[in-house]
């Protein structure tokens, strides 16, 4: 199995690390001429999924509400390539959080397609910041909790 | 030559009327699996030749100011397409207006490669409205003058 | 209610004439920095639900073998934007077919949002072509009964 | 400064370690309802930036010709956000080889803005592969020769 730099072993347990996942299919516009999914796909369908995680988890709703002086910026993000992904494809989006930092959180990334193979994973930490001065915000007590309230691992 | 409806003669005096152009290049990833750009790209490419138009002519600093009250938007947009276009060939995409209404403009486009092929030509209708009513709001007749002093057709 | 070309009268009988629909969400990269949905990402809509009706109706399956000669291509598509589109709103798009010729079928397009207001309607012609060619290749009879068997309109 | 694990040390000397660089435009679609460049975009930068250069060191063209047997594909792909990246401004996106593998090659990115800011910084690996086994395809002593004749850094 491939070696990941941020991942302890890429194995069965480490997919079965994850309880959220969203549901997403590569589009046609997604493919290149090479006929495979295009490299910037999956950094698309990350932000589709980490923005359904924290929906889930309940903090998403702040940063969308037009008063808030509050956002969620990526502060970096990357991506390991395991195999092709082909159109049409149906990818299951795994997200899970691996750290949570003073204002930040590392989420982990993972996409599975309809064989359960593996076809790309990633990671990357995003930042809750002020919209207007750019600075870092702590997250607070309830987003902490929030963040740490994970239910059990489901079957992906 | 094909006939389009928005265009009376689509010839090469058709193709002279054009006073401003942009120039683009097909990116890898606007191509599809079918080996040739995708029919999505040119509306970006629309867009990107339009506000190069706005700016050429100087109306587009105004919706661009943080305490702009007006933006533009588009009421419609279309794209008929001359032959396929491929990963890097450069466009000449040309752009001008067709009429100027109260509170709007109907702009024209077009896309010719290095060979001096019409790949696509395209037209739609950009509105001024206000950020916050949603209601169009009609050029002041600086805007007007400005959309009107249009150069002399330079050859494309 | 807005007037547009192609459609006779934009009223709730011409939003009962779909019989198809696919489910879309609006994703934050495709948003802008006006902060609605860009006035490209319907023609990726489009797209995606064109390929899905292809799919129901039986006849992309053939486009899409991998020593498959013939090929879809869009000659011409076009968008009326209605209402301004947001992040997150779920996206009925619904597709037919207007009319079918020779070796081209003209759709329609429609993108009702949760609240069931339509946010933008459209058309366009797409047309069989051969891949290595490049020429026009009329639909078998088959493929033209395939696109005639449209189920009843459901209830959208 | 920012530590990025991939940059020893991130300075003015890092800056002018690429002798290689290509211009961009951070368009108005890849802007999202934040008001800022979508943290997608670079990725799109990036592999406009990387096929430019293969172009330049005169790989790029054996990979896109029609017979071609072998294509590039990437195994890994990050970027680490220095700061906003806003509509319109020129981006001179920087490219350079850091390490030659057999049949890979680890590449490293910079975008810089008009006021010679650094906005993100990324790298990945390239590998070529035969496109109908998916096997990696070792780099032919010429192919290499291309890679190491670089030329002297260029004033940014």
């Not at 046609?28 to 950094?43: I, K, L, Q, V, Y």
């Not at 919209?131 to 309830?142: A, F, I, L, N, T």
Request: aromatic share 12%; charged share 25%.
């Amino acid at each position: 199995m491939k070696s990941i730099s941020y991942i302890d072993r890429f194995d069965e347990s480490y997919r079965n690390s994850f309880s959220f996942s969203h549901r997403i299919k590569i589009r046609f516009s997604e493919t290149d001429m090479f006929g495979h999914m295009n490299n910037t796909a999956p950094f698309t369908y990350f932000e589709d999924g980490r923005i359904e995680f924290f929906k889930k988890i309940g903090i998403m709703q702040a940063w969308m509400s037009s008063n808030g002086e509050k956002i969620p910026v990526v502060a970096d993000i990357q991506c390991d390539f395991i195999q092709q992904g082909f159109f049409d494809e149906e990818i299951t989006l795994c997200v899970k959080i691996n750290r949570i930092g003073t204002s930040s959180v590392d989420l982990h990334y993972l996409g599975i397609n309809q064989n359960r193979e593996s076809l790309f994973v990633g990671r990357g930490t995003v930042v809750q910041i002020s919209k207007h001065s750019g600075k870092s915000v702590p997250w607070s007590e309830e987003e902490k909790k929030r963040m740490l309230q994970l239910e059990e691992p489901e079957n992906l």
